[in-house]
């Protein structure tokens, strides 16, 4: 649509639409209070950290795991859903992983949550619009300027243990 940007995925979005419109296939109930069926629903989402290139084979490892499963019925339609629905580029986050890069949009939901307020205004004018984006530039540059750089939240250890899960 624009020239020059890329489309990220959100790990974050990517588990509550599995979660919101997945699990109710008559198992939210099941979701909700079984660890063990919880944990299957898990293994889907999983599916994000793989390699693309080893992605087909993975959901196909996954299928056959799933029929043999306690919840193979809860769960036939649960991976349907996933398959049909969501294309690999819109919810793998493994080259975000090999790169350092966030998996989730929180960053940039949090400066649109932020200039909405600072516009305070459902109809603002393109003045207004402007001057907002002006002071939330200035405002992200002093903060950059006092913390030398932009903090990172993921601990170290975190970081490294998610690298070696993939």
């Known amino acids: 649509m624009f020239a020059g940007i890329e489309f990220r995925p959100c790990f974050f979005h990517l588990q509550k639409s599995v979660i919101r ?32 290139e080893e992605l087909s084979m993975a959901f196909t490892k996954l299928r056959e795991y799933m029929e043999d499963s306690t919840f193979a019925e809860q769960m036939q339609p649960i991976l349907d859903y996933f398959e049909n629905s969501f294309t690999i580029v819109k919810w793998n986050v493994i080259k975000l992983v090999m790169s350092d890069e966030p998996r989730t949009s929180n960053s940039i939901e949090f400066f649109n949550g932020q200039l909405v307020r600072t516009i305070a205004a459902s109809h603002p004018t393109i003045w207004k619009l402007i001057e907002s984006l002006r002071n939330e530039f200035a405002i992200s540059e002093q903060k950059c300027l006092q913390d030398g750089l932009v903090k990172k939240r993921r601990s170290e250890e975190s970081r490294i243990v998610i690298l070696m899960l993939v």
């Open 21 to 52: 419109d997945d699990v109710p296939y008559g198992s939210k109930e099941l979701y909700d209070n079984n660890e063990a069926f919880r944990r299957e629903v898990n293994l889907i989402l999983a599916l994000a950290f793989t390699p693309i």
